[in-house]
Each structure stands twice: as structure tokens, then as C-alpha cells.
């Protein structure tokens, strides 16, 4: 049997691809240029709700959002490891980055402008996030699935700290209550982007599916997403953005809006709200790290002349 056929067995058979498997060379790039996607956007996930640390009403909200931040930095360096796994190199991914030639979740450059905001993440973007990422714990590739499975408990938790939070907004005052309907209204259609181009438009998704990588299609679980999100809006007592958004007892789901796709493409291509200053503080970020990478690797250089000299 040649390591073609091999690859293709162990999809058929729903089984794991490990690194010490031949993959092919498309597949090897696919996965890297997900998994760099994904662990990006967990970096610079950190920033909108980590603008608010210091800003937040009380000293059990700040440590919630510390705790919050501090996971999705984690998230970023499973996915890290995973893409490595592969043979990408994790400090020529964060050139990429910087220099804009990998990209990240489109809803990462909108403002956070109220404490609303936080909790709106929460509820909506990382509810989208679980939609989107639990099928990926049944990943073809073994260490981005066995990555995913952590991080969706964890996002599974966010999302009910988020929901928490504009629960006792809403048993608050007008003010409090008005700020959660805010934040819903600017960060819904933002969030129902998170999937990605329509199923149509989607140069990737097919072959995704076809290796098993992806489970379900970009439409398929945006629509999971809008089933599941209604009757928490409508427990919260928050109205959701949308004139057209209804039952379709026919179809079994939510009808909902055309979205602003042109939006979309805008803001992926650079030209969102806070995309220069999320891409700018990360490379500040990095360049103010150099030190500390470099200790460390004269720490393991100075370790490894010693071994060899024992």
C-alpha cells in the first residue's frame, strides 16, 4: 500500500491523521493556514475585551476578564503548538501576521465601546465560536482536534460568564439595560460573519470536508447558530437586529436577513474599524518580547552545552 492510498484509508475510516503520517501537501498547507487563523485570532482576541480590564465595575468582573484573556492566550499557544506540529515555524506565522499576510477573525476589528460589550462577546461571538469549533473536535488531524476539545469547554464557559453578565445587566437600570440592546445591535451581524463566505463563495470549504478537517459547511453552521442564539435573545429581553428574522415552521429554522457580505470582504481585507491598531499593538507586542525570546534561547543553548559536555 503507498502512503497516498494509506492517507485516504485512514479519512475513510473516520480515523486520526498524526504528524508521523504522509499527508499531502495540500492538506499539510490547509491545516496550517486554519490553524494560523485560529490561533491569531485567539492573540488578537485578547484585545478588545483586555481594554476593559482596568475599566471593569468591580473586582469580580476583573477577575473574570482576566481569567477570560488569560484562556484565550492559551488557546493561541495549543493552536501554535498544533501548526508546528506540521513543520510551520510559530515565529515566521507571527511575521506573517504582522505583515499582513495571514489573516484573522474579521470580528476581532470592531470596538469595544461599553462593558456591554464584554458580555455580548460572550454570548454572541464566542457562542458563534462553539458553533463553528466543536465539530472540529472530530478534526482528521489529531492534535488540532485533541487542541479543540480544551478550548471548546473553555469558550463553553465564556459564553456563560458572558450571558451571566447581561443577565444582571438587564435586571438593571434603563441605562444598563440600553447598553445591552447597544451591543447586541453592533456585534449580531458581525457574529453571524464569523463563519465565513457563503457556502457559494467558499473556495475552501469542499475540500475541507472532503479531508475531514471541516464538518459542516460555512451556511450550515451559521444557521445552527441563529436557531440556537433566538430563544436566548428572547430569554434575555433583548430584540435581535433583524426585520426579517421569523420561524419558518416549513423549513425547521430561522429565516433571518441577507447579510452585508461587502462588509465582509472590507473588513478581511484590512479595512475594518480597528484593524491597523489590533495589528499594530501585536507588533509592538512582539518586538517588545525580543528579549525575553532570546534569553530563553541562550538559556537552552547554555543547557545543551552542558549536556553535551556531561
Given at each position: ?22 499527508v ?27 481594554n ?48 499582513g ?66 443577565m ?34 467558499s ?9 475531514k ?74 518586538e ?23
Open positions: 500500500m503507498n502512503l497516498e492510498t494509506h492517507f485516504e484509508r485512514t479519512l475513510e475510516k473516520d480515523q486520526r491523521i498524526e504528524p508521523r503520517d504522509w499531502p501537501d495540500a492538506y499539510r498547507a490547509t491545516l496550517v493556514r486554519m490553524i494560523a487563523q485560529h490561533a491569531h485570532s485567539e492573540i488578537i482576541g485578547m484585545q478588545p475585551e483586555g476593559w480590564i482596568t475599566r471593569a465595575p468591580s473586582l469580580r468582573r476583573k477577575a473574570i476578564l482576566l481569567a477570560k484573556v488569560q484562556d484565550e492566550a492559551g488557546h493561541g499557544l495549543y493552536l501554535y503548538s498544533a501548526a508546528e506540529t506540521l513543520g510551520a515555524d510559530r515565529s515566521e506565522l507571527t511575521e506573517k501576521l504582522i505583515s499576510r495571514q489573516k484573522y477573525s474579521s470580528i476581532f476589528n470592531y470596538p469595544t465601546l461599553t462593558f456591554a460589550d464584554v458580555g455580548v462577546i460572550g454570548w454572541l461571538v464566542d457562542g458563534a465560536a462553539i458553533c463553528n469549533q466543536v465539530p472540529l473536535c472530530r478534526s482528521s488531524y489529531g492534535p488540532y482536534a485533541r487542541a479543540m476539545i480544551r478550548i471548546c469547554k473553555e469558550e463553553s464557559f465564556h459564553q456563560r460568564q458572558g450571558y451571566e453578565l447581561l444582571t445587566m438587564m435586571k438593571g437600570t434603563q441605562a444598563q439595560r440600553d447598553m445591552v440592546q447597544d451591543a447586541t445591535n453592533r456585534w449580531w451581524w458581525p457574529s453571524l460573519m464569523m463563519f465565513g463566505p457563503p457556502d457559494a463563495e473556495s475552501h470549504t469542499e475540500r475541507s470536508m472532503a479531508w478537517i471541516k464538518r459542516h459547511t460555512n451556511d450550515e453552521l451559521r444557521q445552527k447558530f441563529v436557531d440556537m442564539t433566538v430563544p436566548q435573545a428572547e430569554a434575555l429581553g433583548v430584540t435581535l437586529p433583524d426585520p426579517d428574522l421569523r420561524w419558518n415552521a416549513e423549513r425547521g429554522h430561522y429565516d433571518f436577513g441577507e447579510i452585508d457580505w461587502a462588509e465582509f470582504k472590507r473588513v478581511v481585507s484590512g479595512n475594518g474599524p480597528c484593524n491597523a491598531q489590533r495589528v499594530a499593538r501585536r507588533k509592538a507586542a512582539h517588545n518580547g525580543a528579549w525575553v525570546r532570546e534569553a530563553a534561547a541562550a538559556h537552552a543553548a547554555k543547557q545543551a552545552e552542558r549536556t553535551v559536555a556531561a
